[in-house]
C-alpha cells in the first residue's frame, strides 16, 4: 500500500475545494453586489423601476451565478469521487478475507474478555458480561483488580497510606524483584508531608520509613534530607523537581504494573494487545489471502506464513531467529543449532548439510568441519 500516492490525491482534493470555495465566495460576492447597486437604485423616487430591473436581469444572466457555482462543485465531486475510489482499492473493507478456521475454547475467551474489562476499571460492565455468559467462576478475577483500582483512586488524590500499606504487605515480593516502588511511595510521602505540613513532621516520618532503604537508596535519600532546609519554600528551591506532578503519574504507573507482575498478569491488556498487533497485520492478511486466491491456494492450512508480518517493536516480546541459510524462521520442529566454530544455523539446514557426509561437514560461514553430535540446540 502506497501511502504516498494517497496522500498527494488528498492534497489534490484538498486543493480542489479551497479554490471552489473561493471561486462561489467570489461569484456570491458579485451577485450581491448587483443585488445591492439595483435596490439602492430602485430606492431612488426619480429612477425607472423598469429599467432598472431589465439591466439587473441582464447582468445576472451575464454573470450566471448558478452555472459557475454548479460547474464548480461538479468539479469539486469528480475529483472526490476519484479520491473515493482510491479509498476503496486501497484499503479493502472486506476483512473475512483474512479469517481463518481456528479452535477456541470458549470460556477461556469469556474469561479474556473479562479481565479486560476488570483491568480497565470497568467492573459493572464486566460483572453484566459474566451475567450474561454464565461464567460464574470468572468472578474469582475482579477481586484483585477492584483493590488495585481502590488504592489507584486513593493514590491519585493524594493519599499514599493504602498503597504503602499494600507495599509494606508485598514487601518480600518486590524485594525479590529488584522494585524500589515502596521507596519511590515513601519518597512522595515525604515530600508531601514536608510541603503541607512542615519540617519536624517530615523529620519524624523519614526517621520511621526510611531505614529499611538506608543501603539500596543513601543518595536519594540524603537528597530528601536536604529538602528539610527549606520547609516552606520548596517550590524555589534546588529540590522544586520534587514537586512536579510527573512524580504521582510515574509512582501510579509504577504501582499498577507491579500490581499486575504479582497478580501474574501482564501490564497491557493481553486482549488489547492482541486485538492492536492484528489490526496491524491485517493489510497484509488480506493481500497474501487475495493473492493466494487468485493462485487457487489455499492459505489457511499453511502452518507458517509465507511473508512476514510486519508490526511495531512494541509487539515483539522475544528474540526471532531466521536461518542465514534458508532465509526461514526458526520454529519448535526446527529450532537453532550452534555449532562449533559459533556459527547458528537452524536445524534442517545442518541436516541438509550432513547428508552425504558420512562424518563431518564444513560450515558454509567459515573454513571449520563439524559434525551433527556436536551442534546443540539453543534457546532465545
Known sequence: MDLTLIQDAFDRVSKKQKVCYTKTQDVIDRTLH???????QLSETSTDQKLVLTGLQGKLAELAPSNQVGALQKDVNLTVSKYGKMLDKAFCTDIAKAYREAEFDGHLINEIVAVHFYRQGLFDLGDCFIQE??????MTLKTPFFEMYQNLEQLRARNLVP???????????LQKKGSSLEFQLHQLQFVHVLHNIGRTAALQYARASFGPFASCHISDIQRLMGCLLWAGRLEVS????????SHWDTVALEFTRECCNLLGQ?????LQVTVSAGSQALPTLIKLATVMANKKQEWQVMKQLPVETPLENAFQFHSIFACPVSREQSTAENPPMLMNCGHVL???SIQKLVKGNSRTFK????????????CRQIYF
Open 266 to 270: 501482564a501490564y497491557e491488556s493481553p
Open 346 to 348: 537452524c536445524k534442517q
Open 363 to 374: 560450515c558454509p560461514y567459515c573454513p571449520l568441519e563439524t559434525t551433527s553430535a556436536q
Open 133 to 138: 455468559t454464565q461464567e460464574p467462576n470468572a
Open 238 to 245: 534546588p529540590y522544586s523537581d520534587l514537586l512536579a506532578p
Open 34 to 40: 448587483e443585488l445591492e447597486v439595483a435596490a439602492k
Open 163 to 173: 498503597a504503602l500499606t499494600w507495599a509494606k504487605e508485598n514487601r518480600p515480593a
